[in-house]
């Protein structure tokens, strides 16, 4: 079973995905949105939720590589 603390960090993390995920769309710096796709990971990796986040905000900075080209 998940704790409230879990679920206070899980929804944390996702709210800094969607913040980036808008972030991009309304056109951003693209070091603002990295930086918030990185936060979204420190904070997984500090509550040893790293592995299910991960693919997560790899896919986001894949993308955000192929649009700094």
């Given at each position: 079973?998940c704790?409230?603390?879990?679920n206070?960090?899980?929804e944390?993390?996702?709210?800094l995905?969607?913040?980036?995920?808008?972030?991009?769309?309304?056109g951003?710096?693209?070091?603002?949105?990295?930086?918030?796709?990185?936060?979204?990971?420190?904070l997984?990796?500090?509550?040893?939720?790293?592995e299910?986040?991960?693919?997560?905000?790899?896919?986001?900075?894949?993308?955000?590589?192929?649009?700094?080209?």
């Amino acid at each position: 079973m998940c704790d409230d603390g879990d679920n206070d960090v899980r929804e944390r993390i996702q709210k800094l995905l969607i913040t980036g995920d808008n972030r991009l769309k309304q056109g951003v710096a693209l070091e603002k949105v990295r930086a918030t796709y990185e936060e979204a990971l420190a904070l997984a990796r500090e509550n040893s939720m790293e592995e299910r986040i991960r693919p997560l905000v790899e896919v986001r900075l894949a993308d955000l590589e192929r649009l700094e080209k």
